[in-house]
Structure formats: C-alpha cells, structure tokens
C-alpha cells in the first residue's frame, strides 16, 4: 500500500486554514455564480452595475475577503505542493518569501481596484 505523503502537518495552522478558507470560497463562489448568473442575467452585467455592487458596504468586504482568501488558499496550496515535490532549504525559503511578496502585491492591487470601483 502506498504511504499517504503531505506537507501539511494535520492539525496546524496553515492545514485549519487551508480548509477554512476552502469552506469559504465554497460559499462566496456559490454566492457569486448565484447573484451574476440567476440574479442578474450575464447580458445584464456592466460596469456600471458592478460599481453599483461594490458601493454597497456588504458586497464591498465580501469581495475584498473573497480577494484575501483565494489568495491565501491559491498560494498556500501551490508552496505545499511545491514542498510536497521536493523543494528544501534554500529554495524553500526563496519559494516562500517569493509568494508572500507576490499575495502581498496582489491584494495590494485587487484592494486598490475595489477602492476605486467603489468610489471611496
């Protein structure tokens, strides 16, 4: 029987969170294709109605944490696979410090963007 191999330490804070943060996206992302596929039809969608959606306060956070998760979950789980094939030491600590420097950047980013969609 094969042995079962995983980065992760179960029990950990980077495993809860991998998992939390699945949960979440699971229900933002229902959340999404519900309100921009049944609520408002795709050929209703423009960017005025999407201003519109990020001045409300509610959507506004719900996005930026849906920003903040998925990057987290996305970046976690491309490290551990990236220590799942073998990367140690050095290398490790560079992968690491390269994506916590690009999550930073692309929140940076993606929070500037809302700021602006939402007129604040």
């Known amino acids: 029987m094969a042995e079962r191999y995983s980065s992760f330490e179960p029990a950990s804070t980077r495993w809860l969170l ?6 979440f996206l699971v229900v933002v992302l229902a959340f999404h294709f519900f309100l921009l596929h049944f609520v408002h039809h795709a050929y209703e969608i423009e960017f005025a109605g999407t201003q519109a959606r990020m001045q409300n306060v509610g959507y506004f956070a ?3 944490a849906f ?3 998925a990057t987290f979950h996305g970046v976690n789980g491309v490290f551990n696979a990236l220590v799942n094939q ?22 940076a980013q993606g929070v500037r963007v809302a ?3 939402a007129g604040f």
């Not at 991998?18 to 949960?23: D, G, I, L, S």
């Open 18 to 23: 991998q998992r939390v943060t699945a949960a």
């Open 62 to 64: 719900t996005m930026v």
């Open 67 to 69: 920003l903040v998760t």
């Open 86 to 107: 073998g990367i140690d030491g050095t290398q490790k600590t560079a992968v690491k410090w390269v994506l916590v420097v690009a999550s930073v950047a692309l929140i």
């Open 115 to 117: 700021i602006v969609m």
